[in-house]
């Protein structure tokens, strides 16, 4: 494939810290990358270098003669408000192009699952993932030879995300670089994975999921060989302690030659060691206090209403939390979820007859907006002033969760949103809060960061309540699942309940008539009545690839934190596909 990029020795810093030294990256025709990294490790800064909106302290990127670069933008441009979806995708077009070219508009909004109807709304009447898409369309529109896309699913829901996805498999001579913390997309959407960490880049030409257990494999390998040369240089400097002794004793001068040629030996040695990633500074640690009750929360036939109390959103089953149990809210964006939720913060200390609370519940919110972040506080002062606990344990808790100390007088509004979001866990860690209530928890916070809370939330003896648009992250966490369908809260046995509907791009379809018989699938709903000689190949080879990448990263886990039925289910559907694969061939 020919090469479109090529990044060679790059160097960057931002202020003092350096995000990357000496980095190489290579990318050819067709590839579909996806790039991870941690909170603040320099994702953004990268894509912003390769682009050409920011220029390398060091090295030089060179591109094929005549390429065309597009960057898919995070937030609408201000300008793009008041307008019409489509006007917004159309207005990247010259005037001589729309007047041939507009066809193109409707085709790429239909792809990505808008209908004529929703294309006549304001940008700013859309949901945040909807508002996403239109960035992608007009990202796409352009018709770059490469596409660099910084988080485009972030804020999106899940049905937004399921075309997206739709869209990037189904569409052909696509290359791309895809920033994302989404371990769905990058395992369905991606064949290649580059981790940025330690100042540099190293390469997998696999899904996600199966590059991140070779990564894992790379990190042990490593610290096995650094442990052994670790030794063998302290053999030697013993070996050369002795002889210097000796040698000094004795009055040797041939001892004590040989004891300063041991000691250059193992220096030479040490400065040649292998090296060893810092893995990642943040550290998440949740608990909550255990009640001897029965109940925390109990919603009885509640009435959610819009915030203005001119619409009634939708009603509730009876609905009970108990301590210990961890509920995952699933709905679509605009079903009501943050208004249920505020619904039920409000109903705390007050004689609601609809939610009740057990009078000894105490609250941990976390807001996916995280406005109470938005003041010039320090660091140490905006926690303290949270947590009732002394000067020590805040200071000791926020060097346990890897903060510096020179940092604690950092105002909280300049933080990172990963940053912001430490702040908010530090302060529930604290607090121990009966019951904790995460409004998108997940979507600040990096694959590491996601991973490390899953293990968190799962290893302590936690009540929870979390709304988040990660899959994985809520079949790994919850116990229990509420769905919002058609103006209803209701509890469901199963989280892919919920996602069917999704995969066949009907969240609010009404399932009570009884399931459709279906190979089950994370992303697309393969039925089993299904003419399998319509089916793509290249998506079954997709998807057996990131099933197998599944299934080996999750037998990798700590015992208590596999998913035995997870894994039987994945193991069941590669059985599937690979039926389907030997058909189609």
């Known amino acids: 494939m020919a090469i479109l990029l090529q990044a060679k020795n790059l160097s960057y810093a931002l202020g003092e810290k350096q995000l990357f030294k000496q980095l190489d990256l290579v990318i050819s025709q067709y590839e579909k990358i996806g790039l991870v990294g941690y909170n603040g490790a320099g994702k953004t800064s990268l894509l912003k270098l390769l682009c050409g909106h920011s220029t390398p302290d060091e090295g030089h990127v060179m591109t094929a003669r005549g390429l065309t670069i597009s960057l898919v933008e995070q937030?609408?441009?201000?300008?793009?408000?008041?307008?019409?979806?489509?006007?917004?995708?159309?207005?990247?077009?010259?005037?001589?192009?729309?007047?041939?070219?507009?066809?193109?508009?409707?085709?790429?909004?239909?792809?990505?699952?808008?209908?004529?109807?929703?294309?006549?709304?304001?940008?700013?009447?859309?949901?945040?993932?909807?508002?996403?898409?239109?960035?992608?369309?007009?990202?796409?529109?352009?018709?770059?030879?490469?596409?660099?896309?910084?988080?485009?699913?972030?804020?999106?829901?899940?049905?937004?995300?399921?075309?997206?996805?739709?869209?990037l498999l189904a569409t052909a001579g696509l290359t791309y670089l895809i920033i994302s913390h989404d371990r769905d997309l990058l395992d369905t959407c991606c064949s290649r994975t580059v981790f940025l960490r330690d100042l540099n880049l190293l390469n997998f030409d696999l899904p996600f999921s199966a590059a991140r257990v070779k990564l894992q494999q790379h990190d042990q390998q490593a610290q096995a060989k650094y442990a052994h040369e670790a030794k063998e240089i302290q053999r030697?400097?013993?070996?050369?302690?002795?002889?210097?002794?000796?040698?000094?004793?004795?009055?040797?001068?041939?001892?004590?030659?040989?004891?300063?040629?041991?000691a250059l030996r193992a220096n030479k040695l040490e400065d040649k060691q292998t090296f060893v990633t810092g893995g990642n500074s943040l550290n998440l640690k949740l608990s909550t206090q255990v009640l001897r009750s029965k109940t925390i929360v109990t919603l009885d036939s509640a009435k959610i209403y819009t915030p203005d109390k001119a619409l009634l959103l939708l009603t509730t089953d009876l609905l009970v939390v108990k301590p210990?149990?961890?509920?995952?809210?699933?709905?679509?964006?605009?079903?009501?979820?943050?208004?249920?939720?505020?619904?039920?913060?409000?109903?705390q200390n007050s004689?609601?007859?609809?939610?009740?609370?057990?009078?000894?519940?105490?609250?941990?919110?976390?807001?996916?907006?995280?406005?109470?972040?938005?003041?010039?506080?320090?660091?140490?002062?905006?926690?303290?002033?949270r947590v009732?606990?002394?000067?020590?344990?805040?200071?000791?808790?926020?060097?346990?969760?890897?903060?510096?100390?020179?940092d604690f007088s950092q105002p909280v509004n300049t933080l990172s949103g990963g940053e912001k979001a430490r702040m908010v866990f530090l302060s529930l860690f604290l607090r121990r809060p009966s019951i904790m209530i995460l409004d998108e928890p997940t979507n600040h916070i990096d694959l590491q960061g996601r991973e490390q809370l899953e293990e968190q939330l799962v290893e302590a003896d936690v009540t929870l309540l979390v709304t988040s648009h990660d899959k994985r992250f809520l079949q790994t966490v919850c116990s229990k699942f509420w769905e919002i369908r058609a103006n209803r809260l209701r509890e469901i046995n199963d989280i892919d309940e919920f996602y069917t509907q999704?995969?066949?791009?009907?969240?609010?379809?009404?399932?009570?008539?009884?399931?459709?018989?279906?190979?089950?699938?994370?992303?697309?709903?393969?039925?089993?009545?299904?003419?399998?000689?319509?089916?793509?190949?290249?998506?079954?080879?997709?998807?057996?690839?990131?099933?197998?990448?599944?299934?080996?990263?999750?037998?990798?886990?700590?015992?208590?934190?596999?998913?035995?039925?997870?894994?039987?289910?994945?193991?069941?559907?590669?059985?599937?596909?690979?039926?389907?694969?030997?058909?189609?061939?």
Request: no cysteine; net charge negative; hydrophobic share 35%.
């Open 236 to 262: 030697i400097r013993a070996s050369s302690k002795r002889l210097a002794h000796w040698g000094h004793t004795y009055d040797n001068e041939d001892l004590a030659r040989k004891a300063k040629t041991m």
């Open 324 to 347: 210990g149990d961890r509920i995952g809210l699933l709905g679509a964006n605009g079903s009501g979820k943050s208004t249920t939720i505020r619904r039920i913060l409000e109903a």
């Open 351 to 385: 004689k609601d007859e609809e939610v009740r609370f057990n009078p000894n519940v105490s609250v941990g919110y976390f807001e996916q907006e995280l406005d109470e972040l938005n003041q010039s506080t320090a660091r140490f002062d905006w926690l303290y002033a």
């Open 502 to 585: 999704v995969a066949s791009n009907n969240p609010d379809a009404d399932t009570d008539q009884g399931p459709t018989e279906t190979v089950k699938h994370e992303n697309d709903n393969y039925t089993q009545n299904q003419d399998r000689q319509d089916m793509d190949e290249k998506l079954v080879l997709v998807r057996i690839s990131e099933l197998e990448g599944l299934l080996q990263a999750d037998q990798l886990r700590k015992a208590k934190f596999q998913k035995p039925k997870l894994q039987q289910h994945w193991q069941e559907e590669l059985n599937a596909l690979w039926k389907v694969l030997d058909d189609l061939t």
């Open 388 to 406: 009732d606990k002394p000067n020590d344990d805040v200071k000791r808790a926020l060097v346990g969760a890897g903060i510096r100390y020179q």
């Open 75 to 167: 937030f609408v441009p201000t300008h793009l408000e008041e307008v019409t979806l489509f006007e917004a995708v159309a207005s990247v077009l010259t005037a001589q192009l729309r007047q041939t070219d507009e066809y193109k508009v409707a085709a790429i909004l239909s792809e990505l699952g808008f209908t004529s109807k929703l294309t006549a709304l304001k940008i700013r009447s859309l949901s945040g993932g909807q508002q996403n898409l239109v960035l992608f369309a007009r990202a796409r529109l352009r018709q770059a030879d490469l596409m660099l896309m910084d988080e485009p699913g972030n804020h999106m829901d899940v049905v937004a995300q399921a075309q997206l996805k739709r869209y």
